[in-house]
């Protein structure tokens, strides 16, 4: 793999080095600290699964995985989009845990929270956070029972190719049962070198 160092370029959504289906693997490291913090029902929904990169670790922290994704890049129990009527029946049965495509972020967290049965982890960049707009269409009307930050997380895999990244990378945890203040907390022990073992 080669390393891209032009993170001006990345940000850019017409930029040549930005993957058009906004397809970036979520380093392994970064879902096992993540679930350090935090547990789940037994089972959970992954259903950005690409290629397991999440459900992987979930599986091996012995989770039962119902895996799922628009683009059937590994096995999957079902090859799904997420956001279609499709899926109706999963309704209430898991826990989701995923890193959407950032464009479609609402979309994906709205529903996600009406499909769970308790959960929803979703991968997020940091500025996220400090949008109106998801504020009042999100953050208003979900709770939020952490926000896990990560200082240490630099580089991300896409297809074939590993990117430069400056953006600090989150998890955001919501939870329907939480009521009370949103905890932060540092995410210390990730590390990646733009493989994901």
């Known amino acids: 793999m080669s390393t891209l160092k032009n993170t001006k370029e990345f940000g850019n959504p017409h930029s040549e080095l930005r993957d058009p289906g906004d397809f970036y693997e979520t380093p392994r490291s970064f879902t096992r600290e993540m679930l350090t913090i935090e547990s789940f029902s037994r089972k959970v929904w992954e259903p950005t699964t690409g290629k397991g990169a999440i459900s992987d670790v979930l599986s091996e922290c012995g989770y039962h995985v119902y895996k799922t994704d628009i683009v059937e890049r590994i096995k ?71 926000v896990l ?41 990730v590390k990646h070198d733009g493989r994901n073992p």
Not at 104 to 113: G, R, T
């Open 76 to 146: 999957l129990n079902r090859a799904l989009d997420f956001l279609s009527p499709d899926c109706a029946r999963l309704k209430g049965k898991y826990d989701i845990v995923m890193n959407p495509p950032f464009k479609y972020f609402n979309d994906f967290v709205i529903k996600a929270f009406e499909m769970c049965n308790q959960k929803v982890a979703v991968v997020a960049c940091l500025a996220i956070l400090k949008s109106s707009g998801r504020y009042e269409k999100i953050f208003t009307k979900f709770p939020v029972k952490k």
């Open 149 to 189: 930050v990560c200082p240490t997380l630099h580089t991300i895999c896409a297809e074939n190719r590993v990117i430069q990244s400056h953006f600090g990378h989150i998890w955001i945890i919501f939870d329907k049962q939480h009521d009370g203040a949103t905890e932060m907390v540092w995410m210390k022990n």
